[in-house]
């Protein structure tokens, strides 16, 4: 099978699909839901500078974002110096070399199209512990989480994958049940979702019980996703599909036991009016649901 991916190789992989883009003023915390200022957020929040602490002390100070994002802005990397690829695939078959590497390297990885969160192509590199959710109603979910991620073009916002990509093949639809699949969740994700919760203060009095919500809320919306896909009933349109999915996962965690209004805190925390139209679909799904 050959060997695994050197982590530098990986590093270097992942960041030849980095799409240079220049980052705008920051002024409000409102500013960093804002493409590109999510996108930054996820290189830095995986890099060996960041930390939890520095994370909230400038969530206290927005503007000292302006500074950070100003070097964390990709360059172009050149074919020259991209490793070499193996497995006959090429850097114009994403699809594909996500596939390998998680063969090759036994870790998480995945490619997508999404016109509306990211411009180009998207690619998440990342090791896996694999952990147990327990709702309150007791139900337990058991999910992986992502650590030490390595991305492209992905927002800090994109909080979980599924095991089975949506269009998933018809064969494959008897064994997708949401029993049978795992999610992954995103450790930097989760992260940023609660400090910005604790930062705005609206959750200072059971910050606890909403820190433990938030990734009962993130997987009530991929086993959602897939229990909708499995049905045939989920719209091509991305924007629609994105609002049922959330529609029916606030019945599943109410149905949980989780409190409803973390749900809309949760949408709220991750919407935006984003200056570049589509650019953040929880501030329609804010719109339509709430």
């Known amino acids: 099978m050959g060997r695994p991916y050197s982590r530098k190789e990986l590093e270097k992989i992942v960041a030849s699909y980095r799409r240079p883009a220049e980052p705008t003023p920051v002024h409000t915390i409102a500013d960093i839901k804002s493409h590109p200022h999510d996108i930054f957020a996820s290189y830095w929040m995986a890099s060996p500078t960041f930390s939890l602490p520095s994370l ?6 927005p503007d000292l974002f302006n500074q950070l994002f100003q070097t964390l802005v990709p360059r172009e990397i050149p074919e020259e110096e991209r ?5 006959t695939v090429t850097y114009a078959e994403p699809h594909a ?10 870790v998480f990885a995945v490619a997508y199209d999404d ?13 896996v512990e694999e952990r147990m959710y327990t709702f309150p109603s007791r139900r337990q979910v058991r999910y992986g989480l992502l ?9 800090i916002f994109d909080a979980g994958y599924s095991e089975f990509p949506v269009t998933m093949p018809a064969q494959e639809r008897a064994r997708a049940t949401p029993d049978k699949m795992m999610p992954f969740l995103r450790d930097t994700s989760l992260a940023m979702l609660f400090l910005l919760a604790l930062h705005q203060g609206e959750v200072a009095k059971d910050y606890l019980a909403f820190q433990s919500a938030i990734p ?15 049905e045939g009933r989920l719209p091509d349109d991305r924007l629609e599909r994105e609002i049922m999915v959330e529609r ?3 019945e599943m965690i109410t149905h949980e036991g989780i409190d409803p209004a973390y749900h809309r805190k949760y949408v709220e925390l991750r919407a935006h009016t984003c200056p570049r139209k589509g650019k953040n679909i929880f501030q329609h799904v804010l719109e339509r649901l709430y």
């Open 147 to 155: 650590r030490h991620e390595i991305t492209a073009n992905i927002s």
């Open 83 to 87: 490793p070499t690829l193996q497995d």
């Open 248 to 250: 029916e996962a606030r």
């Open 115 to 127: 016109s509306l969160n990211v411009d180009g192509q998207g690619l998440l590199v990342a090791n």
């Open 97 to 106: 070399l996500a596939t390998f590497i998680t063969h090759r390297n036994g």
């Open 216 to 230: 009962g809320l993130v997987l009530a919306h991929e086993l959602t996703e897939v229990a909708l896909s499995v």
């Open 56 to 61: 909230y002390a400038m969530l206290l100070h």
